[in-house]
């Protein structure tokens, strides 16, 4: 009831949640086996809570919940032709691994991007061509414990594209061959101050600041106003397989979730927004030919 953030304002229902619950899962790693919401011993904590997010609720706090945009694929196209991602420098190439890693294989944009190493991407060619395939480590949803024993670890394969120049395969080989060789396994890499023909990064890895403004800044770059954080490119990843009507389990195959939570990225499009409109008032969806017509007319009268 009492806990604030530090601009004194109130925490949305949300949060309040997630702050209960990480106390508890403190107090559980510290060997306690505690249940806030469950337990009949916390029913004072659970209703106290249950009402103060109710309260919080009927204040407006929490409407607006702040998810990281997707990026449509008119936005991808307009990153590449700007230059923005590409290969034409050290720090494009770094940015367009990052872009096409999290993308391909729907990293979190959190400790996925930070500890992933190159012994996790393997090269290989079957009879569908050539791809680079993700082997998880660990991650939110797979600890690699006891209690994911029998849970395979998430693996993700993307294949070669046609275009060349845009090929996460082709861009992958040219970012491993300008890497000194006696980098880290980490995979990111910070470009050097004076690249050299052979060699373009340091041994020295990116920092987890400057690696996690990455989509930020590239989007930014591009002029696109909204919400964009690494995260987007793995809501971009599961939301694009959602519009093309595939499985829901083959979605989660390559997201690695294990519970319906993986729905939350059923993003609708400004289209599909429109004809749920039209249906409920009843209006017709307009014809091209009648589009041409009214465009022609408003062209002749200006």
Known sequence: MEVRKESGENYPPKTLRQLVLLIQMKLVNLGRNVQFLSDPVYTKLKNTLDNVMKVRASEGLGMLPRQADVITVNQEQVLWEKGIVGDSSPQTLLDTMLYLIGLNFA????????????????????????????????????????????????SVTAYASDVSHR?????????????????????????LSKPRPDRWYSVSPVG???????????CAAAGFSGFYTNHSLRATSATRLFRSGVDEQLIAKTTGH????????????TEQEATLSRIVQRKPRKRKSETATMSSSSCEKS
């Open 208 to 218: 987890e600041h400057t690696l996690s403004k990455t989509v930020s800044r590239l």
């Open 107 to 154: 990293l979190r944009s959190g400790v996925e991007h930070r500890t992933l190493t190159v012994e996790q991407l393997e090269i290989g060619e079957n009879d569908q061509g050539e791809f680079i395939r993700y082997h998880e480590k660990v991650s939110k949803c797979n600890q690699r414990g006891l209690k994911d024993y029998h849970v395979a670890p998430k």
């Open 167 to 191: 090929c996460i395969v082709q861009l992958y080989r040219k970012y491993l061959g300008l890497r000194p060789i006696d980098a880290p396994t980490v995979l990111y890499l910070r470009p």
């Open 258 to 269: 294990r519970s319906n939570a993986i729905r939350n990225y059923k993003r609708i499009c």
